[in-house]
């Protein structure tokens, strides 16, 4: 059911920090974290000593992004958690839980149905719906004089003679096309009118072991060969599975979303442009992009997404047309209900599989308390009297001078493992403190570039 406008406007504008936020500008910091702050004016500082990090609004919005990730788990680790517990453990693989997942359940659920017996495979040779095929290439084109095309010619006929009579290995040295050559001239199993046409012809009127008159295309001369299947029996055999799989998978894919009556929201194209602006705002939206029987895709698994796509689909979504950005927010919702599917026919992880996700997470944690140094805390830091969260906070801001200082230390808090820290503790980052900082910044980088008697480069400013 969609909320009122009122009611969505309302808690769009609240988002983590609670209803206060409505009513302060928050100017004075950039971003809170239960309560701790980080001050524009700290994050001035550090922009302008920098070296490296570019006074932009879009580089101060992920420095404070990156603080919040830090003092999060900071504190957790200081209270003790490793984070490699089962809860965190599959949230901060997410992405890697739903691959091995999915392609567990898709090899249920299609591999064996594409698996080939041996009366199956003679089947699939004798209906010739699907051919393995070998070609030697001579090649020639329009740039050649007719003397020089004519001689391709010829030497195609020649290698034809020699493959017919038997010595394929031989005509097959002087294939021209390297990618087939180094596979004894295989193209690999084909389906019809899947090549250029004089090929396709006369591949497809081949009968075993025979070897096609020379066939001419725009590339060249082919000696074109189907092999019987006793040459050939497992190499055709894994083509043809593979073929197998694609259909059965397109077919399973095209009917879920009817099975699972997946609704695409009216709205759904003016949300991505929304989540596009900002992702990272939006990763706690629970606005529903599209509901199926058993579940929903919102905008917020929508922004975890934008970790995983390539740069250039995110930048094509401002121009993409609404009919575009409902099938990108369809293909998305469908990885959902397969992942819906597999918690049906209640496929798991192994242990094994467990085990390894363990371990990255185990890794990531390590180098992330090794950059922070927080494995380094001296037994007389709580003896003073020093509380957790003061510890935490002194080490972040103290990593956060190293990154201003050398860049390249970064060392990010994954995305997936951020989500998960950012699920127990309200934060807030704020665009009122952005605006402060970055203007602080700006202001004190041309005093200084003023006093220095020289003009600041674009980027700095």
Sequence with gaps: ?????????????????????????????????????????????????????????????????????????????????????????????????????IGRFHDQIVGQ?????????????????????????????????????????????????????GAWERANQSNEDPNAKAQSGTVGVIGRGETVQPFDDAAFALGPGQVAPVTATPFGFH???????????????????QRLVARLDSTYLAELPKRLHLKVRSSA????????????????????????????????????????????????????T??????????LARNAMLLAETHTAGVQLTSEEFGRLRGDVSMQVFELKTALRLDSLAAADTAAGRSRRELAAARVDAYLGRIAEEPQSLVPVPAPLADHLRERVAWRVYPAGLQRAFDLARAQRAALDSAAGRVAPEGRR
């Excluded at 095929?133 to 020639?140: F, G, N, P, S, V």
């Excluded at 609404?322 to 293909?331: G, R």
């Design 113 to 165: 149905r594409a698996t080939l017996d041996s009366a199956r495979l003679d089947s699939a040779y004798v209906s010739g719906e699907f051919r393995l095929i070998r070609h030697i290439l001579i090649r020639a084109d329009t740039g050649m004089s007719s003397s020089q095309i004519e001689a391709k010619r010829r030497q195609a006929e020649r290698l034809r003679t020699e493959a017919a009579g």
């Design 269 to 320: 194209a003016a949300t991505v442009r929304e989540v596009a602006r900002d992702p990272m705002e939006a990763r706690q939206s629970r606005r529903v992009l599209a509901s199926f029987d058993g579940g929903r895709f919102t905008a917020g698994d929508l922004a975890r997404w934008f970790d995983l796509l390539p740069a250039q689909a995110a930048q094509q979504i401002p121009t993409a």
């Design 322 to 331: 609404d009919d575009d950005l409902k099938s990108f927010v369809q293909a």
């Design 223 to 241: 000696v074109i060969h189907r092999p019987g299947l006793g040459h050939v029996r497992e190499q055709f055999r894994r083509g043809v599975e």
């Design 1 to 101: 059911m969609r909320r009122s406008v009122v009611v969505a406007s309302v808690l769009a504008l609240v988002g983590c920090g609670g209803l206060r936020d409505m009513f302060t500008a928050h100017t004075d910091a950039v971003a809170v974290v239960g309560g701790r702050e980080l001050p524009a004016g700290r994050v001035a500082e550090l922009f302008v000593r920098s070296r490296g990090l570019a006074i932009q609004s879009d580089v101060m919005t992920r420095f404070a992004h990156l603080w919040v990730n830090y003092v999060l788990l900071a504190d957790r680790i200081l209270a003790g958690d490793s984070l490699i517990d089962s809860v965190a453990v599959l949230a901060a693989n997410w992405p890697a839980v739903h691959q091995i997942l």
